[in-house]
């Protein structure tokens, strides 16, 4: 059984796929974790449940990492990512949304949580239109 772990990920790596490895990395397919830390730029997603369909914002300044957590899935039988990230520029005001690629890291430091029993598995789920974890 895998332990908890912390690990300092690389700076300019995409935090979304950062993540993924370091999971990845270490055999885990089902987990928790936070990160703290800053990024360079962030891309966030908003879901819109009535055209079914993310919308992305840009955020082109320096930003502190105020908070950032998830979970490890998975999805076609790859390790599938599922963070929310809330952000800081320098005027403190606060942005969050769905974490999406193109987040070029600062610094980050992630703690990673295994959950020991079975993977959830992402399908498609036709009420949300979203890949969802499967009822059980
Ligand atoms: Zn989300």
Redesign the pocket.
Same mark, same amino acid.
């Given at each position: 059984m895998a332990e908890p772990f912390l690990a300092r990920l690389k700076m300019d790596d995409d935090l979304l796929e950062a993540i993924a490895k370091e999971f990845e990395r270490r055999s885990i397919r089902k987990g928790a974790f936070s990160v703290i830390g800053a990024v360079r730029k962030t891309v966030l997603?908003y879901?819109d449940s009535d055209k079914r369909q993310y919308f992305n914002r840009d955020f082109d300044f320096h930003s502190e990492i105020v908070s950032c957590q998830g979970n490890v899935s998975e999805k076609d039988g790859e390790i599938f990512v *599922?963070a *929310?990230l809330i952000i800081a520029g320098t005027d403190f005001q606060c942005y969050g949304g *769905?974490l999406m690629p193109g987040t070029p890291i600062f610094l980050a430091e992630l703690h990673g949580t295994p959950i020991p029993g079975e993977v959830p598995k992402r399908v498609f789920d036709d009420p949300t239109g979203l890949f969802a974890w499967e009822w059980k």
């Amino acid at each position: 059984m895998a332990e908890p772990f912390l690990a300092r990920l690389k700076m300019d790596d995409d935090l979304l796929e950062a993540i993924a490895k370091e999971f990845e990395r270490r055999s885990i397919r089902k987990g928790a974790f936070s990160v703290i830390g800053a990024v360079r730029k962030t891309v966030l997603g908003y879901y819109d449940s009535d055209k079914r369909q993310y919308f992305n914002r840009d955020f082109d300044f320096h930003s502190e990492i105020v908070s950032c957590q998830g979970n490890v899935s998975e999805k076609d039988g790859e390790i599938f990512v *599922h963070a *929310h990230l809330i952000i800081a520029g320098t005027d403190f005001q606060c942005y969050g949304g *769905h974490l999406m690629p193109g987040t070029p890291i600062f610094l980050a430091e992630l703690h990673g949580t295994p959950i020991p029993g079975e993977v959830p598995k992402r399908v498609f789920d036709d009420p949300t239109g979203l890949f969802a974890w499967e009822w059980k």
